[in-house]
DNA sequence: AGAATACGTAAGGAATATCTAACGCGTCAA
DNA sequence: TTGACGCGTTAGATATTCCTTACGTATTCT
């Protein structure tokens, strides 16, 4: 079961589901257009970021509007800081190494 | 077949080499310490790893050392902040959707 | 009311991913 | 050269993912 952002973004659809977002909030059956699955599958991948919390979801009469949720994706851009954290610091030490052998 | 950078990123174990890796080159061995999995599992998620290039591999001997590839992740800070891009200009737009009504 | 619309959900199957156990192959050390 | 070490690869089982088809449930429209 995907249950993380990482996940969320491991499928090409669930990408070009939040790129699509990204203009602004969407219907389901906007969002399904144009996608090489079917309606229902595109159904199965938002709710799966629904779980996740990547998305929002807005019930308006028989439609429903999706849209990014704000900090869905921290948890990925936390992790990537982090790595280029400690990728910097190793850059650093690297470069006193360096200064010292010179 | 996990095929991009996005693949490689949504395993924790993929995940907890590469922050491993972010303090510098280590022997397979090393890395496979701790985790939760045979020390052939970890072996066959560097191998994806490689070949996806987020990690590069240096042999010695009967050792192999890895270690992080750099713009190995580049396609998906990219991404990101094309989303980023996205969606900041929405938010504008919003903006300026207020400002005309208010 | 009856039909059409907008969506979600369930079931089932095919494709992937992931893990362990067993084995192979160099390399190093005695 | 014999054996231990470091590590990858294969085979095969199990788990997970992802998709389609069929169906269910509210809403609108006529």
Redesign the interface.
Same mark, same amino acid.
């Given at each position: 079961m995907v249950e993380d952002a990482?996940?969320v973004?491991?499928h090409p659809v669930r /990408?070009e589901l &939040?790129?699509r977002l990204?203009?602004?909030e969407q219907r389901a059956s906007d969002l399904a257009r144009g996608l090489p699955i079917s309606r229902s599958a595109t159904s199965q991948h938002l709710r799966l970021m629904l779980a996740v919390g990547t998305v929002a979801e807005r019930r308006e009469g028989r439609e429903r509007y999706y849209s &990014?949720e704000r900090d869905g &994706?921290a948890e990925?851009?936390a992790? &990537?800081e /982090?790595?280029d954290g400690?990728?910097a610091r190793?850059l650093e030490?690297l470069g006193e190494h360096l200064d010292a052998s010179a």
């Open positions: 990482f996940g973004l491991a /990408r &939040l790129v990204g203009q602004g &990014l &994706l990925v851009d992790w &990537l /982090r790595l400690f990728w190793s030490r």
